[in-house]
């Protein structure tokens, strides 16, 4: 029943279909897979119940209407009746509730992985950290502001864009230890069946091995304040080789990144980079204009901290401020971009203290 | 329910020395009569429905489209939040509270409420408890925005100033319920009339009581996670917050262990109600009045042992899983013997299709629909697609909107000749209950959908696949919000004009406050009457 609707609904919007999507996704894994055949299975004991029910229901309706006639009888119970409704809904619920029993100690079983990868969600970003390689970056949502606020058009992708997906083998065995760093978040593939909460103080365990290379999309799925919904993640799944060749990638652009934060910049370098850091890092909660939200998130135009000591700024940058929402950016950002967003907030949004740092300083 | 045969002294009851009630605003603030009461709560729940229900259509003006047009997302955060805070307690409980208050006194043959005093009270302070939740939008920092849920430590370390406010205002929510629930049980326990044992009672005051028990049980854990969080932001304690050494985990378990019996608070006394107006309707008696009463204890019973099927996707240890999806499929025994004793009751009945038939029936229906969706819900290994999603929001508006809010429009519509002495307009309610019924099914049915292809809930944007079946529930969302207004228009028009009606109303129906006059009196069984 269900293709036929998608084919009937399909026919009637041919371009776009995917709008129409009424079904969960099957997925890209076995376990994504066996999965969907306990939704398709409960689903269609809940149809042919509903039907039973419905069908009595609505003969009684039109069969024993007074208007047609009908006299009430007088019966009002029946203990065999009421035994069978209650046993045989029982049973049919064992039956259901065994092979899903199964299915749930396979997705417990995270033993024997080949790659192990902590999965920490922020306000509102993720990080992903490789155990076993030298890689810990974030991932951030890519979708230009334009297209959020109706300014630009959208893209294909709106909303479900970061700008660095996280990066797994195809064919193996990938265990995420997933965690968060200040409110409860959760972690959302729907391809993979993979949905965990991200607790502070907590690490849950979680496993995907992806037969096929290919790009999936998914969404945090725990409210974790203002841009929870502005959160997704996407992970790109690349042929061993591929992945291979990805990992070394990762580790000259380390190289490369270590030798410019020795450099010298000037004022109009570090502002420009600024922006764009800002735009990703701050922008969230301080606002992009630097007004902030009076009662939540101060502003940083005029702000006591982007125009008093330059030393203090930076630190509360660098360490955040314990016991609010405002990060510890140490982890996020590389010297350069911290040295670039002081710059940026002491010389823009409204700011002219004139002054700047330089990724040198940051390191110490 | 066991046929009742009424041996009254003198049916009429407005004698010249019974007064009536006081004049002026002194009869509403100072009363102790059940039935100005049972009014006053039913008034408040409409207003708290009003401004639940704007605030649900900014929620779905807001998603009509793709994009941010009219809200930001924090305040998009806080209207969720405050829409299902005052949905639940300010709309749902204090309307089966009032409905409580007018129709169990009548239905056990009593005078009053045991605790008329207290009765007053308990309503009293539930408008001041929401005028402090309210005040919180007009705050700096805005109202709370953690969900209704609000989950620590978003709801802690990370929320708004307001969230003091918040609690202090659940406190009193808590107060107000746990005593309704208490005069509730010493009415029904201790006054009902000479000869209706417990097993003659009406199934609406079976299920107030089995409702009160719960909560009793458990509107002090809320009190208590309430306060825990309190401790947290003001005390510095460390309840909640792992850096201190405290766990987010341990909220959820302790709001669950009170989250999943409130939402058996909010349909047992729907179960009554529906099981008094479908016997009315078919001529016919309730199929299996004891098997329906020891469906609603057990239903009762294990809503304290399921609580952490909300927590599915939280880490919980296999063993733990595996219990809880297996009580939780439980549940839907009893629930399957309930709906199976409705359907039995109409057959071979003589069925006539009045207002409050029409609400009962949508409601058998739906509530259906949205317990199937409990049932997919409770299989662990597939709440781990659906938990957080659009099909979670289906599952529990379907329970809670066609079920719990039908069954009170379906009881007022039942009731309402009784207490205004005119009979209903059907012509419109017929217009309410169809604009209704199309209008809710528009909303909900499409975040079935969306909620399978990966929508996560409480989200003020979202990506571009989920658009169209998003815009479809905007509109009818719309359509079932305007529709109150003719619900407003029949109740108001009810009150002031309608043709007079008789003190049986409806052909069919049974028990003790039938046998009063249309308008009940304002004392009534001051002399209990005689149940055989």
């Given at each position: 029943m269900t293709k036929a609707l998608t084919l009937a609904l399909s026919l009637l919007s041919a371009p776009a279909w995917a709008d129409w999507q009424i079904n969960m996704n099957k997925g890209v894994t076995a376990l994504s897979r066996e999965i969907f055949d306990l939704h398709m299975l409960i689903f269609w004991i809940c149809v042919v119940i509903g039907v039973a029910v419905f069908g009595v229901m609505f003969y009684s309706i039109f069969k024993f209407r007074k208007s047609k006639g009908a006299v009430s009888e007088h019966w009002h119970e029946n203990t065999t009746v009421e035994v069978v409704w209650t046993v045989i809904p029982s049973i049919i619920l064992i039956a259901m509730a065994i092979p899903a029993t199964a299915t749930l100690m396979d997705m417990y079983d995270t033993s024997e992985a080949d790659v192990e990868i902590q999965v920490t969600g922020y306000q509102w970003k993720w990080r992903y950290q490789y155990l076993d390689e030298d890689i810990d970056y974030f991932s951030n949502l890519a979708t230009p502001r334009e297209e959020i606020t109706n300014e630009a058009s959208k893209n294909p992708n709106y909303l479900l864009e970061v700008d660095n997906p996280l990066v797994i083998p195809a064919n193996k065995k990938v265990r995420f230890l997933i965690t968060a760093n200040d409110v409860i978040h959760s972690w959302w593939v729907p391809h993979f069946a993979v949905k965990k909460d991200a607790i502070p103080g907590f690490i849950n365990e979680s496993w995907v091995k992806v037969e096929e290379p290919g790009v999936y999309r998914g969404q945090c799925t725990e409210l974790c304040g203002k841009d929870h919904g502005f959160m997704p993640v996407v992970v790109e799944v690349k042929s061993e080789s591929d992945y291979q060749q990805w990992v070394s990638d990762q580790r000259a652009m380390k190289l490369a990144m270590a030798g410019e934060a020795s450099k010298e910049f000037s004022m109009d370098e570090l502002v420009a980079k600024g922006e764009g850091v800002y735009n990703t890092a701050c922008a969230g909660c301080h606002q992009p204009n630097g007004q902030g939200i009076p009662g939540a998130f101060p502003a940083i135009t005029g702000s006591t901290i982007a125009t008093g000591a330059i030393d203090a700024h930076v630190d509360i940058i660098v360490n955040g401020k314990p016991g609010t929402a405002m990060q510890a950016f140490k982890e996020q950002l590389s010297a350069v971009d911290i040295a670039a967003v002081v710059t940026y907030q002491r010389n823009a949004l409204g700011n002219s203290v004139g002054d700047l740092v330089q990724p040198n300083t940051i390191q110490n | 329910?066991?046929?009742?045969?009424?041996?009254?002294?003198?049916?009429?009851?407005?004698?010249?020395?019974?007064?009536?009630?006081?004049?002026?605003?002194?009869?509403?603030?100072?009363?102790?009569?059940?039935?100005?009461?049972?009014?006053?709560?039913?008034?408040?729940?409409?207003?708290?429905?009003?401004?639940?229900?704007?605030?649900?259509?900014?929620?779905?003006?807001?998603?009509?489209?793709?994009?941010?047009?009219?809200?930001?997302?924090?305040?998009?955060?806080?209207?969720?939040?405050?829409?299902?805070?005052?949905?639940?307690?300010?709309?749902?409980?204090?309307?089966?509270?009032?409905?409580?208050?007018?129709?169990?006194?009548?239905q056990v043959g009593a005078p009053d409420m045991a605790l008329p005093r207290m009765n007053n009270w308990s309503f009293w302070i539930l408008p001041f408890a929401f005028l402090i939740l309210l005040s919180s939008l007009f705050m700096p920092g805005g109202a709370p925005n953690f969900g209704w849920t609000f989950y620590a430590p978003l709801s802690t370390t990370y929320a708004p100033e307001s969230v003091t406010f918040f609690i202090f205002g659940v406190h009193i929510m808590g107060a107000s319920s746990i005593m309704g629930a208490i005069n509730i049980i010493a009415t029904i326990l201790n006054m009902r009339a000479p000869g209706m044992t417990l097993l003659k009672m009406p199934l609406f005051v079976w299920t107030w009581l089995i409702t009160a028990f719960l909560l009793i049980a458990v509107m002090p854990v809320l009190a208590g996670v309430v306060t825990m969080m309190l401790m947290d932001i003001h005390f510095g304690t460390s309840f909640f917050n792992a850096a201190g050494g405290g766990d987010p985990v341990l909220f959820q378990h302790v709001f669950w262990f009170f989250g999943h019996p409130e939402v058996y608070i909010m349909i047992l006394p729907a179960f009554g109600i529906i099981s008094e107006i479908i016997p009315t309707f078919a001529r016919k008696r309730l199929f299996g009045y004891a098997s329906m009463v020891y469906a609603v204890a057990s239903i009762a019973l294990l809503s304290f042992v399921v609580w952490a099927h909300h927590m599915f996707t939280v880490g919980m240890p296999l063993v733990g899983e595996v219990f809880f999806m297996f009580a939780t499929m439980l549940i839907a025994v009893p629930t399957g013997v309930k709906v199976f004793n409705w359907v039995a009751t109409m057959f071979r009945g003589s069925l006539t299709f009045e207002t409050p038939m029409l609400f009962a029936l949508a409601f058998v229906v739906l509530f259906t629909i949205g317990g199937f969706s409990g049932l997919m819900l409770a299989i662990a290994p597939a709440d781990f697609q659906y938990h957080d999603t659009y099909f979670v929001v289906a599952h529990f508006h379907y329970v809670l909107v066609p079920g719990a809010i039908f069954s009170i429009m379906a009881a007022t519509y039942y009731w309402l000749p009784k207490w205004t002495g005119h009979q209903l307009n059907e012509t419109m309610g017929k217009i309410h209950f169809w604009l209704s019924f199309v209008g809710v099914n528009i909303t909900f049915f499409p975040m079935h959908f969306v909620g399978l292809a990966g929508m996560p809930r409480r989200i003020p944007d979202y990506a571009l696949q989920f658009a169209d079946f998003n815009s479809m529930a905007s509109v009818g969302a719309f359509i079932f919000g305007f529709s109150q207004l003719v619900f407003i228009y029949n109740v108001i028009q009810n009150v002031r004009v309608g043709e007079k009606a008789t003190a049986q109303v409806w052909e069919g129906a049974q028990g003790l406050e039938w046998t009063l006059p249309s308008p009940a009196p304002y004392h009534t069984f001051s002399t209990p009457p005689e149940v055989k």
């Open positions: - | 329910m066991a046929t009742v045969d009424v041996d009254l002294p003198h049916v009429k009851e407005d004698d010249p020395h019974h007064h009536g009630p006081a004049r002026g605003l002194g009869r509403w603030l100072y009363t102790t009569n059940h039935k100005d009461i049972g009014s006053m709560y039913l008034i408040f729940s409409l207003c708290m429905f009003m401004i639940g229900g704007i605030m649900a259509l900014i929620i779905r003006a807001e998603l009509f489209q793709p994009g941010l047009q009219l809200v930001e997302p924090n305040f998009f955060n806080q209207m969720t939040t405050m829409h299902g805070l005052i949905m639940v307690f300010g709309a749902v409980m204090p309307a089966f509270v009032g409905l409580a208050n007018w129709m169990i006194p009548m």
